[in-house]
Structure formats: structure tokens, C-alpha cells
């Protein structure tokens, strides 16, 4: 169950975190919009006017280069646009995601502490910080970051999902997972996957609940 749930993870990080957004730049939205296909780099409602298209075109062409799996480029893309403009956090973030992807956890800790240093809201950002906590188990740790990141923005549906899995495989908190994945496929919509693990918790509360009247 455990390779199942990481190897979940993965998928959805792919899907889910390819940030994205100018959001959580100096001034601006955490939101988060989430979806279950690969995120645009399209500001969210409210952010369109703040951001000039230069800099909106400049990050979009490394953000399709990342999306289509050209990390390398990409990486040289977002480093260029940071020279020039480097109050983006979600710029930051999308080489961490680079960064985890090549398995440099040094330099993918790095861009998501620099993305912080922007906006210590940024929910993706909070998201990764999360994942690798997790990953070297500082699951405390791991939690503090996905809480704030569903705090700062309840829609975010990945860190609720990133949170399921924490509560269950590593907390062994069944009812705080039921609670996270519920409401990550609330957002998404439908989850055939999730749906079959949704089922699976409540048949085990309910199990351990009979358990505990008969105890009583």
C-alpha cells in the first residue's frame, strides 16, 4: 500500500505542481486553482492587470518547456527570467520542482526556501517544503507545511491530497486522512483511485469503532 501511495504522489506531483502561477508574488494572491491536468502559468483572476506581458510571456515559455518534460531548457529559462525579474516566487518554485525531479534535493530546497523568502504563503511552495520533509522524514514537519498551504488556500487540492497520505501511511491518523482526502476529491471532482481508498478508511474506522463499543 505504501509503494502505491508514493508511487501516487508522484503521478499527481507531475500533474499538480507544475507551478503555475504568479501567485504569491510581492503583492499578490496565494490562490491556487487546482485541476487534474498540468497546471498553466496564467495568473490567477484578479492578477491578470498586475502582471506585464513581457514578464507573463517570458514565464510561460519556460513553464511549456518544463511541461513538455525539457527540464534542462526550462531550468535555463527560469534562471534567465529571475535575473530579470526576480520577485516571482512561482518562478522559484517551478525549479524546485525541477530540481526534485533530477533528485538534487540540495538545489530543490534552495529554490523553495527562496521562494518562502518571497512569500512565506506560497501554497505550492508549502506544498514542496512538505514533500520533502516527508520524503526525509520529518513528518511534523511535513504536516506544519501542508497545513499551512491548505490554510492559506483551502482549495488548494493537492496538499489536502499530500495530506491524506501523510495522516495515513505515516501518522496512522485514519480520521484526519478520511477528512483530507474527502476533501481533495471534493475539488478535483472524482478520483477513481482516491474513491477506492475513501471506502477503505471508513470501512477500518467503522471496524475499529465496532471494536471499540464491543471493548466498552
Same mark, same amino acid.
Given at each position: 500500500?505504501?509503494?502505491?501511495?508514493?508511487?501516487?504522489?508522484?503521478?499527481? *506531483?507531475?500533474?499538480?505542481?507544475?507551478?503555475?502561477?504568479?501567485?504569491?508574488?510581492?503583492? *499578490?494572491?496565494?490562490?491556487?486553482?487546482?485541476?487534474?491536468?498540468?497546471?498553466?502559468?496564467?495568473?490567477?483572476? *484578479?492578477?491578470?492587470? +498586475?502582471?506585464?506581458?513581457?514578464?507573463?510571456?517570458?514565464?510561460?515559455?519556460?513553464?511549456?518547456?518544463?511541461?513538455?518534460?525539457?527540464?534542462?531548457?526550462?531550468?535555463?529559462?527560469?534562471?534567465?527570467?529571475?535575473?530579470?525579474?526576480?520577485?516571482?516566487?512561482?518562478?522559484?518554485?517551478?525549479? %524546485?520542482?525541477?530540481?526534485?525531479?533530477?533528485?538534487?534535493?540540495?538545489?530543490?530546497?534552495?529554490?523553495?526556501?527562496?521562494?518562502? +523568502?518571497?512569500?512565506?504563503?506560497?501554497?505550492?511552495?508549502? !506544498?514542496?517544503?512538505?514533500?520533502?520533509?516527508?520524503? /526525509?522524514?520529518?513528518?511534523?514537519?511535513?504536516?506544519?507545511?501542508?497545513?499551512? +498551504?491548505?490554510?492559506?488556500?483551502? *482549495?488548494?487540492?493537492?496538499?489536502?491530497? /499530500?495530506?491524506?497520505?501523510?495522516?495515513?501511511?505515516?501518522?496512522?491518523?485514519?480520521?484526519?486522512?478520511?477528512?483530507?482526502?474527502? %476533501?481533495?476529491?471534493?475539488?478535483?471532482?472524482?478520483?477513481?483511485?482516491?474513491?477506492?481508498?475513501?471506502?477503505?478508511?471508513?470501512?477500518?474506522?467503522?471496524?475499529?469503532?465496532?471494536?471499540? !463499543?464491543?471493548?466498552?
Amino acid at each position: 500500500m505504501l509503494l502505491r501511495r508514493c508511487t501516487e504522489i508522484s503521478r499527481a *506531483g507531475l500533474l499538480l505542481l507544475i507551478a503555475t502561477t504568479f501567485a504569491g508574488c510581492a503583492g *499578490g494572491s496565494a490562490g491556487v486553482t487546482p485541476t487534474r491536468q498540468v497546471a498553466d502559468s496564467v495568473p490567477p483572476e *484578479g492578477e491578470e492587470q +498586475a502582471v506585464p506581458a513581457a514578464v507573463r510571456m517570458m514565464f510561460e515559455r519556460a513553464a511549456a518547456l518544463m511541461t513538455a518534460g525539457d527540464y534542462v531548457e526550462a531550468e535555463v529559462r527560469f534562471k534567465s527570467f529571475l535575473l530579470q525579474y526576480p520577485d516571482y516566487p512561482g518562478a522559484h518554485v517551478n525549479l %524546485a520542482i525541477i530540481h526534485a525531479a533530477q533528485q538534487d534535493d540540495a538545489a530543490a530546497r534552495a529554490a523553495i526556501d527562496a521562494a518562502l +523568502a518571497l512569500n512565506p504563503d506560497h501554497p505550492s511552495a508549502l !506544498n514542496l517544503l512538505g514533500q520533502q520533509l516527508r520524503r /526525509n522524514g520529518d513528518f511534523s514537519g511535513a504536516e506544519a507545511a501542508y497545513l499551512k +498551504a491548505v490554510t492559506v488556500s483551502p *482549495g488548494y487540492a493537492l496538499a489536502h491530497y /499530500n495530506l491524506g497520505v501523510l495522516y495515513e501511511l505515516y501518522l496512522q491518523r485514519l480520521d484526519a486522512a478520511l477528512e483530507h482526502f474527502e %476533501a481533495y476529491q471534493a475539488l478535483v471532482g472524482e478520483d477513481k483511485q482516491v474513491e477506492k481508498w475513501i471506502a477503505d478508511l471508513r470501512r477500518r474506522l467503522a471496524a475499529a469503532q465496532r471494536t471499540a !463499543n464491543v471493548a466498552d
